[in-house]
């Protein structure tokens, strides 16, 4: 349900253009990760995987279950709270390798957080968490790296700003477009799986960004 609302609000926001390394979509008990720039980046992945048959799990921080009709569609599509911060946290990796294991697809955004910045410029992925690597070992996952860019020409910046580029989207259309890597294996390492998977989710991203004539800035980690 979440994701074929994504598919039906994204057109609206903007212009989404799609590449792949591959030409099949991601294997059932794959993590897709992709990099977060904007509150509505999201969507604008969820559009794109379901362009691929593809409706993941996805992992996002226990907040949201407490939104008012978002609360419920979370619950009803079966994804994954993060309780970040507390005793509960480990509880979400178990949950999203018992998903991953029955063959669902889970999406996972390693960075944590929004960046901090308010501009609307693409920048390179921030350093990811510990999460992903530990979910890919556990559950002996392959990692499929996303790249998006374009979201933070829809939202970014203050809360004004935000609600003013929401509005105003429809009418500028701004371009987005999603790259989708090639399946990676993660080594044993948790620190070696970490800095893999963001390389990886780098290189996707710098070819999103190349598709909309963005600058590529250098990573963060």
Known sequence: MLSRIAAAVVPSLGHLTTTSDEEAAPAPGSIVVANHTSLVDPGIVLAALLRHGVEPVVLATAGLWRIPVLGPLLVRGG????????????????????ALRSGRIVLIYAEGRLPLRKDPAEAAPER??????????????????IGQAGARRVV????????????????????LHVHFGSPVRLPEDIPAATATA???????????????????????A
Not at 79 to 98: C, I, M, Q, W
Not at 128 to 145: K, M, N, Q
Not at 198 to 220: F, I, K, Q
């Open 79 to 98: 994804h994954v709270p993060v309780h970040r911060g507390s005793v509960r946290a480990a509880e979400s990796l178990n949950e999203a390798a018992t």
């Open 128 to 145: 990811f968490r510990s999460g992903l690597a530990r979910l890919a070992l556990a559950a002996g996952a392959p990692v499929v790296p």
């Open 156 to 175: 970014s910046g203050g809360a004004v700003k935000q609600i003013a580029g929401l509005l105003t989207a429809p009418a500028r259309r701004p371009r």
């Open 198 to 220: 963001h390389r990886a989710v780098t290189a996707a991203w710098r070819t999103a960004a190349a598709h909309l004539g963005e600058t590529a800035a250098s990573p963060t």
